[in-house]
């Protein structure tokens, strides 16, 4: 979470003058940035050295075997996706064996408002935050379904945040569905979920759904997992 100056000051046992001047080294080498409320959090270069550590990890074998697991349990691709700025990013992903593929590798960068993955990750701040982001957000229609109508997509986040569970009905891509599930991270907030999405002529929204309870167990491993690769970097 944002740390102010102070607060940092004082966990690190730093005196707040030298805390000032360290923390504008690490802006002006891209690894840390103030926000708005002044409070500091990751820079660019901190982001790319967690994904590359990441995607380096030997973690990242139990990762996708659990995604395997799942895929095979489903039909369908499946993957871990992460919000960055305004887009979700798909950080794994296992795909389907069917040749009918809809090619989103991981590194893809998809819109926040028209995702599965998306919408549930914004339900997860604060409802005002949450409004102000909207209200700001630029959204185009990417399908004859995508929610551009700010209330309504508000409405939808909103009935997200009752049920925890991201839904896409074909509002990214024509012919595609998809649904999400958080990925617990212990008492904090939760920053990825785990999604699945399919071709609606092999599935439909409401059979992507019966799957639930399986994707459930799935994130909870998959949060072991992310414990461990946590603590092996403390």
């Known amino acids: 979470r944002p740390m102010s100056v102070s607060d940092l000051a004082e966990v690190l046992d730093i005196p707040i003058p030298s805390m000032y001047r360290l923390l504008e080294q690490l ?47 489903i039909g369908e691709t499946v993957g871990i996706a992460i919000l960055q700025d305004l887009d979700v990013v798909y950080v794994d992903r296992v795909l389907s ?42 959204i185009h229609a990417l399908t ?14 909103a009935k997200t945040r009752d049920t925890q569970i991201g839904i896409d009905n074909e509002e990214f891509i024509p012919g595609m ?32 759904l019966s799957y639930i309870p399986v994707m459930k167990e799935a994130a909870d491993e998959l949060s072991i997992t992310f414990s461990r690769d946590y603590e092996s970097l403390a």
């Open 97 to 138: 064996d069917w040749p009918l593929q809809i090619y989103l590798p991981a590194g893809s960068h998809v819109p926040v408002w028209a995702s599965a993955s998306g919408k549930l990750l914004l339900a997860q701040l604060p409802k005002d935050k949450c409004e102000r982001i909207i209200d700001k957000m630029s």
């Open 27 to 73: 802006q002006n080498l891209n690894f840390v940035q103030l926000d708005l409320p002044g409070k500091v959090t990751c820079g660019k270069r901190t982001y790319e050295l967690a994904m590359d550590l990441w995607q380096n990890s030997h973690f990242k074998t139990e990762r996708l075997s659990i995604l395997q697991q799942l895929s095979t349990q």
């Open 177 to 208: 569905v998809a649904c999400a599930v958080l990925i617990p991270n212990g008492k904090q907030q939760a920053f990825a979920t785990l999604f699945t999405h399919g071709p609606t002529v092999r599935k439909s929204l409401e059979d992507l």
């Open 144 to 157: 004859t379904k995508t929610q551009t109508n700010k209330n309504h997509l508000m409405q939808t986040i």
